[in-house]
Every structure is written in C-alpha cells, then in structure tokens.
C-alpha cells in the first residue's frame, strides 16, 4: 500500500510540475506576411490583393478565384489545405451537417492556398459548393465576410469564371 501512495505521489508532483511550466511560457506568434495598412470591412489594417479573374474552364464546368484572409488574427492564410464541398438540401443550398474532410467519393474538390493565401481552381462541375480550410485541429467554411458570419454559398454555371475576392475565415 505504501508502495501506490509513493507512486501515485511522484505521478502528482511531475504533472504539477508540467502544469506549471505549461502556463509560464510565452507564447511567440509570428507574423504569415508582411503586411501594409488599408481599409477594411471590419477596419482591420491588412493589404489584400486578391486574382482579378479566374482560370479559364473546359467546356461544360466553372472555375473560381480567391484569397483565404483570417478575420481572426488578421492575416492571409498562405499554404492552407482547402476542399469544395456540394450544398446539401432540397434547394442545394445548405451547409453539410458535419464537416469530416475531404471525400473523394462524394465529389469534394481540393485545393491549397500559395504564399499569398491565393488560390484557384479550374473545372468545377457547375452547382452550389461551400469552400471548406483546414484551421488547425477542425475543418473551418469560408463566412461571407468578418461582420456576417455565416458560411459563403458559392454558386457556379456553366462556363463561368468566378474571381471570389476575399473569403473571410474564423481562424484558428
């Protein structure tokens, strides 16, 4: 018995420790890019530039443009795992129910952002998509912008190029 008392006492006193030492570094956030003041939205002070235009399609699909901004931190998002996924519902227009990732199986387009938090993507079957970021730990939907959170409906026809502009991230 004495034994399990010194055992679970050591264990005590190391997750203390490692408690305590958790809660007294700092935490170093480092800037994604550089930045230079403009008016936004949210007046937020970050320059944006976004693709003027989109990827010209094969006949018969869509194809959008777009730059990934974090209304969170107030940064683009450069190298972000992103994927298009259908609208759900009688009309198309809902949001999946549950956001697991990508799925090939269902139709899910992926795509990645570059270094500029800019990407684009070429023949899109037409129809109602939300775009879908990896935000660490959980899968976050582009809003309609950093006043009016709600997920941002993209719809598509055929042939059409869409130039998106900045879709706004809850982020991390």
Not at 1 to 12: F, Q, R
Not at 118 to 123: K, L, P
């Amino acid at each position: 018995m004495k034994h399990n008392l010194t055992y679970y006492l050591l264990i005590s006193i190391i997750l203390i420790t490692f408690i305590v030492a958790c809660t007294n570094q700092a935490i170093v956030t480092m800037p994604l890019v550089e930045q230079t003041p403009i008016a936004q939205p949210s007046q937020s002070a970050i320059s944006i530039t976004t693709p003027s235009d989109a990827p010209p399609p094969e006949p018969g699909k869509a194809s959008i443009s777009g730059t990934l901004y974090s209304y969170t931190i107030e940064r683009l998002l450069p190298e972000t795992v992103f994927y298009l996924t259908a609208a759900v519902g009688e009309d198309s227009r809902s949001m999946p129910p549950i956001l697991v990732g990508p799925i090939d199986e269902q139709g899910d387009i992926r795509g990645i952002t570059d270094l500029n938090g800019q990407f684009a993507i070429n023949d899109i079957p037409p129809g109602n998509y939300f775009l879908i970021a990896w935000a660490p730990y959980n899968w976050a939907p582009a809003e309609i912008s950093d006043v009016e959170q709600r997920a941002r409906l993209i719809e598509l026809e055929v042939s059409q190029r869409e130039a998106l502009g900045i879709l706004y991230l809850s982020w991390p």
